[in-house]
């Protein structure tokens, strides 16, 4: 370093040594106040019924599907099935969308329209009867997806208490 | 009346730390149950790909379905993350606030 620079630097040493942390702490105050002056922080999006009650309809509706197919192997292949369940996913999928701070549920609404998409080349190529295994592999992947999303929705009501700004 | 910095920031941790230890074993608790039951399922795949009762295109299609599965088990202790943080965040700033009007001797938050 140039000596003159670090003479002028080491001149002036003392006060910023003294000054330095004075504003620094004023500073930190400053900040911590105004984060303080805007209450409470949100950092993901609050409970929504309407999709809370779609996953649960669309799961629902899927086990009384897989049910007909335990019951009976021979169950063709329904396409007005995965219609239905494409058309409800594709509205929950809209509403997270609109929703302030959704983009994690409706990421899982998209994972949860690939697995039906997924279960309805499966279903249509399978041929009847359609094994057990299968029918049981297929509702656990989609049950573990439901469990997930409303896991993370109803933690989503942090006991109810609403944000104020 | 002076804030005093040291007692403020232990009692910032003491309000934070609690939430974000309870909040981690409840995210455990259910990624353990989750997890447990894709990899169940995977089994059976692999057994009844062996056995014959499926073929390997079907066990592709149900192996994928249990990746998006997967996901979704991520996502959700991403969001839980989430929550956890933003609680003890508010927790401390609760403190502040408290600690602040108190030291002030009057409601400036």
């Known amino acids: 370093m140039n000596p003159t620079v670090s003479a002028r630097i080491a001149s002036r040493a003392p006060h910023n040594a003294v000054a330095g942390p004075i504003v620094y702490r004023l500073f930190a105050t400053f900040v911590a106040l105004a984060l303080v002056a805007g209450c409470t922080i949100r950092l993901i999006g609050d409970y929504d019924d309407t999709i809370d009650q779609g996953v649960t309809d669309i799961q629902q509706r899927t086990e009384l599907y897989f049910a007909k197919l335990r019951s009976d192997p021979l169950t063709p292949y329904d396409s007005s099935f995965y219609d239905d369940i494409s058309a409800r996913l594709a509205v929950l999928k809209t509403r997270a969308a609109a929703l302030t701070q959704y983009k994690i549920i409706g990421q899982q609404l998209g994972n949860m329209k690939d697995q039906f998409d997924n279960l309805r080349v499966l279903d249509k190529s399978s041929a009847r009867p359609v094994p057990p295994g299968l029918v049981d592999a297929a509702d656990n992947a989609i049950t573990v997806s439901v469990e997930s999303i409303l896991k993370l929705e109803l933690a989503l009501k942090r006991g109810d208490k609403p944000a104020s700004n | ?16 730390v609690p939430i974000l230890k309870q909040g981690a074993q409840d995210a455990e608790s259910f990624a353990q149950t ?38 979704n088990v991520l996502l959700t202790l991403q969001g839980l993350a989430l929550l956890m943080v933003e609680s003890a965040i508010n927790a401390a700033l609760g403190v502040v606030k408290g600690t602040v009007n108190t030291a002030l001797g009057f409601a400036l938050l």
Do not use: C, Y
């Open chain 2, 1 to 16: 009346m002076a804030i005093d910095v040291q007692s403020l920031t232990q009692q910032m941790v003491q309000a934070a």
């Open chain 2, 34 to 71: 989750e997890f447990t039951k894709i990899a169940q399922t995977i089994a059976s795949v692999g057994e009844q790909v062996a056995m014959g009762q499926i073929n390997q295109d079907q066990a592709k299609l149900l192996l994928n379905m249990q990746t998006s599965a997967s996901r």
